[in-house]
């Protein structure tokens, strides 16, 4: 079975600070990783996603996040964040074969002035 | 322009009643998902479709059904058997590994 833990449940920075989101996985076998982004009230969009090749993955708003499969992380990082930043983040993994998710519980970002 | 349509927005539901999320997509997708949303529990599965005529229970099926009678649409309808049944949904469709999500729907209990 695999699972997605977010250690972060609320992450406050303030603007133009460096910030990363933690996120680890369990699996037995290979699996695809994504980050996605959610604003209020509104449905998931897709930051960004590890299906294969380099371990360091760039995805949209300036977001980026490594794969590192010794440690099963998958950490999200944004050298400045902006107050457009301030959502909540989803880290999911997904079975190859089937598409479906496996989602963390979500890292609320909140950026300061 | 292509996506993935969820209505109605906010939804009411009454105390014994049945209601149904609609959900249509235009992207030419095979598989479709249900997803179920409440604070600080991240998304849970409810049912997924891979193909037209066919679909899988979730990991909280219980209490609610879906069809998929047509490629581009998956209904969910909420029964008078979920007895919490306010939350978020959210549907899905996805190609090469990758979803992608509509708006949602807000489900309420009058």
């Known amino acids: 079975a695999q699972s997605v833990t977010q250690l972060d449940s609320q992450v406050p920075v303030f603007e133009e600070a460096p910030v990363e989101l933690r996120c680890n996985y369990s699996s037995s076998v290979s699996v695809y990783l994504f980050w996605y982004v959610q604003y209020p009230n509104q449905g998931l969009q897709l930051l960004l996603k590890y299906l294969s090749g380099s371990t360091l993955v760039k995805g949209i708003n300036g977001f980026e996040a490594e794969f590192n499969k010794s440690q099963t992380s998958f950490h999200l990082r944004k050298p400045s964040v902006h107050i457009s930043d301030t959502a909540e983040y989803f880290c999911a993994v997904s079975d190859p074969n089937t598409d479906k998710l496996i989602f963390g519980t979500g890292t609320r970002l909140q950026v300061f002035p | 322009d292509g996506g993935i349509t969820q209505s109605p927005k906010y939804l009411f539901r009454k105390e014994g009643q049945n209601v149904t999320l609609s959900c249509e997509q235009n992207l030419n997708h095979d598989a479709m998902y249900w997803y179920r949303q409440d604070p600080g529990q991240g998304l849970r599965l409810i049912y997924y479709s891979q193909i037209v005529n066919d679909f899988q229970k979730g990991d909280i099926a219980e209490g609610y059904s879906v069809s998929r009678e047509k490629k581009e649409s998956f209904p969910l309808t909420v029964t008078s058997a979920q007895k919490n049944p306010t939350a978020f949904y959210l549907c899905?469709?996805?190609?090469?590994?990758?979803?992608?999500f509509g708006a949602g729907t807000r489900l309420s209990v009058l």
């Open positions: 899905a469709s996805s190609i090469r590994n990758i979803q992608y």
